[in-house]
């Protein structure tokens, strides 16, 4: 059963107050809960204390730019999924912002109509639902299975024992294989930024998985001076 609108809360971070009305205004009256914010910090902070299904974020923000934000959500584990419409001012920006690894699930350019906004909201959480239905997902790396519902990871059919960040560090491996991930990326997305070791500990953590699962030591590969990358391969 799909869930009515109604239930679904929408945050959107914008500065321009005649915007953010504007938005908020349209929403209710498609039946969402909003809550809103005016700058980047405030908008941060409700991400996390009002845990919204959906945010619409502008890119231009005093304190933090949209992008800073999207970075922060991406790599969170808990906001890591989390849909974002970035509103930009020019056509050029949104392939910046959409394109970037880090970046925002769709866009609209300003100025926009509120219906044609309303529209790509609904069609975002209709997507999301849909991939939601499918269930947690299996990582498959050539023998390397790692099943989420399971919470345990299998070479040959055999389970690896992984530590808690092990197993974080791998599922934020295999979820981006193919992409240069830097240490503090990992870092904030396997122990969280109130984290305060070094990027040392991911390199402890990324030899430990090469001992634990050989088939790692030349998949995971270390790139100069940014971090580190799975190689991407199919099944
Ligand atoms: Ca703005």
């Known amino acids: 059963m799909s869930t009515a609108p109604s239930s679904k809360k929408i945050l959107i971070v914008e500065d321009e107050k005649d915007i953010l009305q504007l938005v908020k205004l349209y929403l209710e009256k498609e039946g969402y809960r909003t809550v809103a914010a005016m700058t980047g910090t405030e908008g941060l902070r409700l991400v996390k204390s009002e845990r919204p299904d959906l945010v619409i974020l502008d890119l231009m923000l005093p304190e933090l730019d949209g992008l800073e934000i999207c970075k922060k959500i991406r790599t969170a584990r808990e906001t890591a999924l989390l849909p974002i419409i970035m509103l930009t001012a020019k056509a050029e920006e949104a392939d910046t912002v959409v394109g970037l690894e880090l970046g925002a699930d769709d866009y609209v350019t300003k100025p926009f109509s509120p219906k044609a906004l309303v529209a790509r909201v609904k069609a ?39 530590t808690a960040k ?23 997305a396997v122990w969280g930024y109130d984290y305060y070791g070094t990027t040392r500990t991911v390199d402890v953590h990324i030899r430990r998985l090469k001992q634990k699962i050989p088939l790692l030591n030349d998949a995971i590969v270390s790139v100069k001076s940014l971090g580190y990358k799975l190689k991407e391969r199919d099944g």
């Not at 390397?144 to 059919?157: G, I, S």
């Open 124 to 162: 975002l959480l209709r997507r999301v639902e849909r991939s939601q239905e499918e269930g947690p997902p299996r990582y498959l790396y050539g023998d390397l299975v790692m099943d989420l519902a399971k919470h345990e990871v299998t070479l040959n059919n055999r389970e690896v024992p992984l």
């Open 166 to 188: 092990e197993f974080g560090l791998l599922e934020h491996l295999l979820r981006n294989s193919g992409r240069v991930l830097t240490r503090d990326v990992l870092l904030n």
